[in-house]
């Protein structure tokens, strides 16, 4: 077991252009999220997953942005048109789904749109 | 909007205890106070966390207060790698999602 892993780690695009993350979660959890962060702030939740189900959207997460989890294990989110206020480290947790169990973080991608 | 206030930051000589305080004072009888960390340019990471009594672990001690509306975590011999950012999470149950809500944190700096 490795971890939370998520790629690419940076990414440089321009704006406009489409973007997809990838986040593999740690294989028997059943929970995954999805979490921005800008310079300065805490993470700021966008979405979950239990399994393959999308339960939860922020509304932080706008059109442009979506996320599947077609298989209940890996997630993919991707960002459509990106604009430079896109630019962000974008984070993935997993969890056991069961209550009172803890998060566990990737190292997350770093989002910069020119 | 995150249901803790903690320092915005705070300074720690290397090998003493750092405690770091947190106010919760909204927070609901089953809900959990949650603390985690964040080294500069990695993902948050999971220290300890606590309903009622007191907890150690490996990492830190959580000093909850008998009316459940402050804590306080203790790291008992900071070393430098301790400088991190650290949140206070108060654990919200909505819809089953168990999401945590992050502030700001403290900006905990040990010192040489």
Known sequence: ?114 | DAKTTQPTSMDCAEGRAANLPCNHSTISGNEYVYWYRQIHSQGPQYIIHGLKNNETNEMASLIITEDRKSSTLILPHATLRDTAVYYCIVRLLQGGSEKLVFGKGTKLTVNP
């Open chain 1, 1 to 114: 077991d490795t971890g939370v892993s998520q790629n690419p780690r940076h990414k440089i695009t321009k704006r406009g252009q489409n973007v997809t993350f990838r986040c593999d979660p740690i294989s028997e959890h059943n929970r995954l999220y999805w979490y921005r962060q800008t310079l300065g702030q805490g993470p700021e939740f966008l979405t979950y997953f239990q399994n393959e189900a999308q339960l939860e959207k922020s509304r932080l997460l706008s059109d442009r942005f979506s996320a599947e989890r077609p298989k209940g294990s890996f997630s993919t989110l991707e960002i459509q048109r990106t604009e430079q206020g896109d630019s962000a480290m974008y984070l993935c947790a997993s969890s056991l789904g069961m209550l009172n169990t803890e998060a566990f973080f990737g190292q997350g991608t770093r989002l910069t749109v020119v």
